[in-house]
């Protein structure tokens, strides 16, 4: 079965700092990777993904990511945060053939100091 | 184009009730999914319906159940409901295999 861990449980950044947001995750195939972003009381918005291809992955928002398989990792990235981009993130790890079933990480809750 | 909706938004149960939960996929989109979320973690897949029939299942008990109907839209019912299934219940839902889209959730409450 597949797993993801997000190692950092809370991450405090200044507004205009680079950010990296770990994530690691335990699959036998290629895996499907996703980051998502909660805002609190909110449903969960698609930041970027991958399937295949290259592995760095630009998304929406200034984000990208990149896939590394031999650390099994798909760390989550943007050179210079806004106070905006508050929220809690989520990487998901989907398999191939079974849709929307998603296994999440345990998130990781970013704040921002002006 | 409206998204995944979902009601209603927040919903207080007392133990023992049964709840059922609604969602509408984006237009376009066949497969739907809920997802439970306790406060401070990350969501947990519960089943995928496809064709109305549900395809794959995550690991909770028979008193959580789904239906899909003809347009796609879908219903989660719980049973029985104990103080632990209180918690954010979100919908997602796709075409076939592509990137799920989520709702914004019902916040349920069990006293």
């Known amino acids: 079965a597949q797993s993801v861990t997000q190692p950092d449980i809370h991450i405090t950044v200044s507004e205009g700092a680079s950010l990296e947001l770990r994530c690691n995750y335990s699959?036998?195939?290629?895996?499907?990777l996703f980051w998502y972003v909660q805002s609190p009381g909110q449903g969960l918005q698609l930041l970027l993904k991958?399937?295949?291809?290259?592995?760095l992955v630009q998304g929406i928002k200034g984000f990208e990511a990149e896939f590394k398989r031999s650390q099994s990792s798909f760390n989550l990235r943007k050179p210079s945060v806004h106070w905006s981009d508050a929220a809690e993130y989520f990487c998901?790890?989907?398999?191939?053939?079974?849709?929307?079933?998603?296994?999440f990480g345990g998130g990781t809750r970013l704040m921002v100091k002006p | 184009d409206a998204g995944v909706t979902q009601s209603p938004t927040h919903l207080i149960k007392t133990r023992g009730q049964q709840v059922t939960l609604r969602c509408s996929p984006k237009?376009?989109?066949?497969?739907v999914s809920w997802y439970q979320q306790a406060l401070g973690q990350g969501p947990q897949f519960i089943f995928q319906y496809y064709e109305e029939e549900e395809r794959q299942r995550g690991n909770f008990p028979d008193r959580f159940s789904g239906h899909q109907f003809p347009n796609y839209s879908s219903e989660l019912n719980v049973n029985a409901l104990l103080l632990g299934d209180s918690a954010l219940y979100l919908c997602?839902?796709?075409?076939?295999?592509?990137?799920?889209?989520f709702g914004q959730g019902t916040r349920l409450t069990v006293v």
């Open positions: 699959y036998g195939a290629t895996p499907y």
């Open positions: 991958y399937f295949s291809g290259d592995t």
């Open positions: 997602a839902s796709s075409y076939r295999q592509g990137s799920a889209f």
């Open positions: 998901a790890v989907g398999v191939e053939n079974a849709g929307n079933m998603l296994t």
């Open positions: 237009s376009g989109h066949d497969t």
